[in-house]
């Protein structure tokens, strides 16, 4: 995503959900990679529904003061963390323009798109395909993405060189400190099965997970 020119838009920091298909927001709401975010109120439908009016006749451009509508993003990462959305799945930089309504911790903005993405290495998932999946959807959006700890951030993909040696290290080294916990980790024998069911297989018919349902991909 190439926002024009003329735009220079504010920096805000937010939290997203994501799956294979790319990112959330914590309500649900899809963002698409290379599209822009547009707000829409909900809000004014919602309370016109109630009110006994037709749903519709209260919708406004999004954001206003009056509403909670728009796209939300906080001033500093500092405040995602102290409030606990950092925790909710991976956060990031978001670009904001449009209509903004300014408030003591951040922004409601009418349009939005990520900036840059940083995944806590505890949401991560630990297996091959996962991971495999989940990173080609962020991709997709073109932005700089970074995976690492409370301590570092290590770049994994950048728009000018693409995946990054030392990133993918680094998800290499999670995956293996995952799967050699002493305490879980166990080679399955014959007639044990993983916590919580059937014991899954390989093509080849045969089990290589450890007893925590850990299958490695380093």
Request: charged residues 20%; contains cysteine.
């Amino acid at each position: 995503m190439i926002l024009p020119d003329y735009i220079s838009p504010i920096v805000g920091c937010r939290t997203w959900l994501w799956d294979n298909v790319g990112l959330r927001s914590l309500c649900g709401e899809r963002w698409h990679p290379g599209r822009v975010l547009v707000a829409r109120c909900r809000a004014a439908a919602v309370v016109g529904t109630i009110a006994g009016r037709a749903e519709g006749d209260d919708v406004h451009d999004a954001p206003q003061p009056n509403c909670t509508c728009g796209v939300y993003a906080s001033k500093s990462f500092e405040h995602l963390h102290t409030t606990k959305y950092a925790r909710c799945g991976l956060y990031g930089e978001v670009n904001l323009w449009g209509t903004v309504v300014e408030h003591e911790q951040g922004w409601r903005t009418q349009f939005a798109y990520p900036k840059s993405l940083y995944l806590p290495s505890d949401t991560l998932p630990h297996s091959s395909a996962p991971i495999q999946d989940r990173l080609r959807g962020l991709i997709a959006y073109g932005v700089n993405i970074f995976v690492g700890d409370d301590t570092r951030n290590i770049p994994l993909w950048t728009k000018d060189s693409g995946l990054n040696s030392a990133g993918l290290d680094h998800l290499i080294e999670i995956g293996k400190e995952h799967c050699d916990r002493p305490q879980s980790h166990q080679i399955l024998k014959k007639g044990d099965r993983p916590p919580g069911g059937a014991r899954p297989r390989d093509s080849d018919g045969s089990s290589t997970l450890t007893a925590d349902g850990c299958k490695p991909w380093f």
